[in-house]
């Protein structure tokens, strides 16, 4: 145990993944309720919080960043939209490299390195530097949400996954959070360049508590070098899948519609007859502790009842609240983004959960595969969502966000009909 903690934690995170597993061998997987579940689900609450801290910390300051860089709204969602479209395309690399050099270590490089680069980048005032630094903070973090899942698919005992994806979703939503709440009371006290600092020492703190906390990979098997015809085989196999395909586009539609209303819930929130400032703007935002509630009773509530009814329920959830955010008033606005932050979450956790079960191999490639799309969606729909807002006000912004869940609707629909049809064969 000594020689344990002596370990520096890049030392312990190159050597945490070497475990050989013997070809053919039963998977060895962590029980629910044993001490290495609970290590991992803390491992991987703190991984969310870091990546979703990171990512999203910019969304209430775009208001912020449009005034002191003298750029459009549309411009300043780049700050967001760059970050998580690079995030998206590494994540699709992420999963493969992965396979190469191990997931923990892979993990806990990116969050150093993405958290070093937030810590840059409000020393910086030129506009495309900043955009620049951003786009890179993207590109690194690509190594924690693909892997983060794979793992959990891996290690984690099948009737203990979806509860264990839904801590870690909840600590996304911690993140999430913490980037939109912690910045805006920051930036009221000290400017939005100290608060963005900040986050970033927050996420450096969290990289340090998850590579002690996080296990060895038991199940997970290496393969030395980059081998390109596996991994197009790979990626190829699960977008030939009869299901995974429509839980890719709920990801992309979903998150596509969460990310415009909070995009510019903020130019909102900040103009006549509301006029908030950026600190209360973003106590508003607390209604994120109802995503990380509702991801973690949905991953539950899925190994019980099925994945179909509850996916589905998150998605009508997530419609009511847009609508709700179309009313006049203040509360109006707050109820509306409260549910359908709840909604979100339930479907996402559904949905990245799914994913693990329907993948019978390569299970990082399907998971980069499905977060590639969910980052997509957010980068694409949300720099769309400022065209919205220019040009028809938030009646245009709400009305784009429910043609997005009504997509994912369809979706989620005829993934449930495919599941009882499956079912009934069997």
């Known amino acids: 145990m000594s020689a344990y903690r002596a370990k520096s934690p890049a030392a312990q995170a190159a050597n945490d993944d070497i475990k050989p597993v013997v070809a053919g061998a039963e998977p060895v997987y962590t029980e629910p309720g044993s001490p290495e579940f609970r290590r991992i689900s803390l491992a991987l609450f703190l991984a969310g919080y870091a990546t979703f801290s990171l990512i999203y910390c910019v969304q209430p300051l775009l208001p912020e960043l449009a005034r002191d860089f003298a750029v459009s709204p549309a411009s300043s969602s780049l700050a967001l939209s760059l970050t998580t479209g690079f995030l998206a395309f590494a994540i699709l690399l992420a999963g493969a490299v992965s396979e190469a050099f191990g997931r923990k270590q892979l993990m806990f490089a990116s969050m150093c390195g993405a958290s070093l680069l937030n810590l840059i980048a409000p020393l910086l005032s030129d506009w495309h530097a900043f955009l620049v630094v951003r786009a890179l903070e993207g590109l690194i973090l690509g190594g924690v949400p693909a892997v983060a899942m794979a793992y959990l698919a891996e290690e984690m005992h099948p009737r ?78 699960h977008l030939r899948h009869a299901g995974l395909p429509f839980v890719f586009l709920i990801g992309a539609f979903a998150m596509g519609c969460f990310v415009t209303v909070y995009n510019y819930a903020g130019f909102r929130l900040s103009a006549a007859p509301y006029d908030l400032s950026q600190g209360q703007i973003s106590l508003i935002f607390v209604v994120y502790l109802c995503g990380m509630v509702t991801s973690s009773i949905a991953g539950a509530m899925s190994d019980r009842i099925g994945r179909g009814p509850v996916l589905l329920a998150g998605i009508l959830i997530a419609g009511v609240g847009v609508a709700l955010t179309l009313l006049s008033s203040l509360w109006g606005m707050i109820g509306g983004i409260m549910v359908l932050t709840s909604g979100f979450f339930v479907a996402h956790s559904v949905a990245s959960g799914w994913v693990g079960r329907m993948a019978k191999q390569s299970k990082g490639h399907a998971s980069s595969l499905y977060l590639l799309a969910y980052y997509l969606g957010s980068s694409i729909m949300g720099s769309v969502g400022g065209w919205f807002w220019s040009h028809g006000g938030w009646d245009a912004v709400a009305a784009f966000a429910g043609a997005l869940l009504i997509g994912a609707a369809i979706c989620g629909t005829y993934l449930w009909q495919a599941a009882r049809r499956a079912e009934a064969v069997a």
């Open 160 to 237: 203990g996954l979806g509860t264990t994806m839904g801590i870690y979703i909840s600590g996304t939503a911690l993140g999430g959070m913490s980037g939109r709440v912690v910045i805006g009371i920051l930036t009221d006290m000290f400017g939005w360049h100290l608060a963005l600092g900040a986050m970033g020492a927050l996420g450096l703190l969290a990289a340090l508590g998850f590579v002690i906390l996080l296990p060895a990979s038991r199940n997970f098997v290496r393969r030395p070098g980059f081998q390109l015809s596996y991994h197009v085989r790979a990626w190829e196999g």
